[in-house]
C-alpha cells in the first residue's frame, strides 16, 4: 500500500479548503447534510440532504467528495491513481487508490469540517419522478457521519437519530428511496440479493471468523441516490456528446440462461421459463417466494447466468438496471472511472471543452 514519494509529496502539499479553494462555489455548509456508511468506514465519497420544496417536491442533495480538485489531470497523484484503478478492500486493510492524506482526510465528508463536493441537486416528486437536476461545485459540511444500523434502528421505530432534523430528513429520503427502487423494478431492473460477507481476521491477518451481513433497508436508502446521481450525470454526459467512462452490463447470453434453467430443473427449484423476454423471465423468477436457504441459491444461480458489467467508452446499456446512459460519479476516492467522470462534470460547470474527446483513449482506459 506504500506510495511513490512523489506521490506522497503531492498529496501532504494539499492543504484544507479555504477562502480560495472556496470561491465560486455553492455554499451548503447551512445545510443538514448526512452520511450514511458501514460502521468501520474509513472514507466518505457520499453525503445526502433533503429539502422539501412544497407541492409534493423535494430537493435531494446527492454530495460527492471533490476529489478531481486534488487530483489533477498529468500529476504523479493522477498517474498513481490511474495505475491502480481502484481501491481494494481487504479482511484487516486496504489498498487504498489515493493516498491517506485525501482518503481518509482531505476528500473525506468527515462530519464538521468543510470539504469540496460535486453536488447533484435532483427535484423528486412524492412518486418518485424526476422533474430536474442540476450540479454545482459546492462546499459542505456534515452535520454527522450516521451508520447503516443508526439509520436502520431509526427507521424501524427505534431510537430517533439524536441530531435535530435528522431524523425527519431520514425518513424523507427514505420514502422517496422507495418510490424510486418501486419505478426501477417496474420498468425492468432485476432485484437479485446477495449475501455480503465478511472475513474478520487477528493481528497477524489469520482468519478467526466469517460474518454474514444483513441486509438492511438503509442500505437501499443510500443505494437508490446513488443509482439517481449515476443515471443524472449520465444522461448529462450523452445530451453533450462527452468523453465518459460508460458502465454496461450487456444482456446474459442465450446459453446461459438455458444453461439456468436446467440446473433450476434438476435441483427441484422455480423454473426460469420463457428466455426470449429475459428481463420479465428473470423478475418473475426472482419474484418467486421460497425459503432463505432455496433463496438463495436461486439469486446465485441468477447472478451466474448473467454478463459482468464492464467499463466501455459507449454506452451499451445496463441490463440489470434496465437503463442507458449509466455511468460510475459516486466513488472518486476509490474507482477512477468516477474520477474521469468528474473531470467531465467539471468541464461542464466550467464550460470548457471536453478533454476526453479521443475515443481509441477512452477504450484504453475502460
Avoid at 463536493?117 to 462546499?139: M, N, P, W
Avoid at 436508502?221 to 467512462?245: I, K, Q
Avoid at 423454473?271 to 421460497?290: E, F, Y
Avoid at 462534470?345 to 475502460?366: C, I
Wanted: hydrophobic share 40%.
Amino acid at each position: 500500500m506504500h506510495f511513490p514519494q512523489d506521490v506522497e509529496d503531492e498529496a501532504a502539499a494539499c492543504g484544507e479548503p479555504g477562502v480560495r479553494e472556496r470561491e465560486g462555489r455553492l455554499d451548503l455548509r447551512d445545510r443538514l447534510v448526512l452520511t450514511i456508511d458501514p460502521a468501520d468506514a474509513r472514507d466518505h465519497d457520499d453525503a445526502l440532504s433533503h429539502r422539501a420544496l412544497g407541492g409534493g417536491r423535494h430537493e435531494v442533495g446527492i454530495h460527492i467528495a471533490d476529489v478531481s480538485w486534488y487530483v489533477r489531470e498529468g500529476s504523479a497523484l493522477d498517474a498513481e491513481a490511474r495505475e491502480r484503478g481502484t481501491s481494494c478492500y481487504l479482511p484487516g486493510g486496504a489498498v487504498p487508490m489515493l493516498p491517506e492524506r485525501l482518503s481518509a482526510d482531505l476528500c473525506s465528508l468527515r462530519d464538521g469540517v468543510d470539504r469540496l463536493a460535486l453536488s447533484v441537486l435532483a427535484v423528486v416528486d412524492d412518486e418518485g419522478r424526476l422533474h430536474e437536476y442540476r450540479f454545482a461545485r459546492s462546499v459542505i459540511r456534515s452535520a454527522a457521519s450516521l451508520s447503516y444500523e443508526d439509520v436502520e434502528a431509526g427507521l424501524q421505530g427505534g431510537p430517533d437519530l439524536a441530531l435535530p432534523g435528522a431524523q425527519a430528513a431520514v425518513g424523507a429520503l427514505m420514502a422517496l428511496a422507495r418510490r424510486l427502487r418501486s419505478r426501477r423494478f417496474a420498468v425492468g431492473a432485476l432485484a437479485i440479493e446477495s449475501t455480503e460477507v465478511k472475513a474478520v481476521v487477528d493481528e497477524r491477518g489469520v482468519p478467526v471468523r466469517i460474518e454474514r451481513r444483513p441486509h438492511l433497508e438503509s442500505h437501499e436508502l443510500v443505494e437508490e441516490f446513488m443509482l439517481l446521481a449515476n443515471r443524472c450525470v449520465g444522461e448529462a454526459g450523452a445530451v453533450r456528446g462527452a468523453g465518459m467512462l460508460w458502465r454496461v452490463h450487456e444482456p446474459p447470453f442465450e446459453r446461459k440462461l438455458a444453461e439456468l434453467d436446467e440446473m433450476l430443473r434438476v435441483l427441484g427449484l422455480p423454473r426460469l421459463g420463457r428466455t426470449d423476454a429475459p428481463h420479465r423471465a428473470l423478475q418473475a423468477l426472482l419474484a418467486v417466494p421460497l425459503d432463505p436457504a432455496k433463496k438463495r441459491i436461486v439469486h446465485r444461480l441468477a447472478l451466474r447466468s448473467l454478463t459482468r458489467a464492464r467499463y466501455c467508452e459507449r454506452d451499451l446499456g445496463h441490463f440489470g438496471l434496465a437503463t442507458r446512459e449509466y455511468c460510475h460519479f459516486t466513488s472518486p476516492i476509490r474507482r477512477y472511472p468516477d474520477l474521469h467522470v468528474h473531470r467531465r462534470v467539471r468541464e461542464w460547470l466550467d464550460g470548457r471543452a471536453d478533454g476526453a474527446w479521443d475515443p481509441a483513449a477512452n477504450a484504453a482506459l475502460a
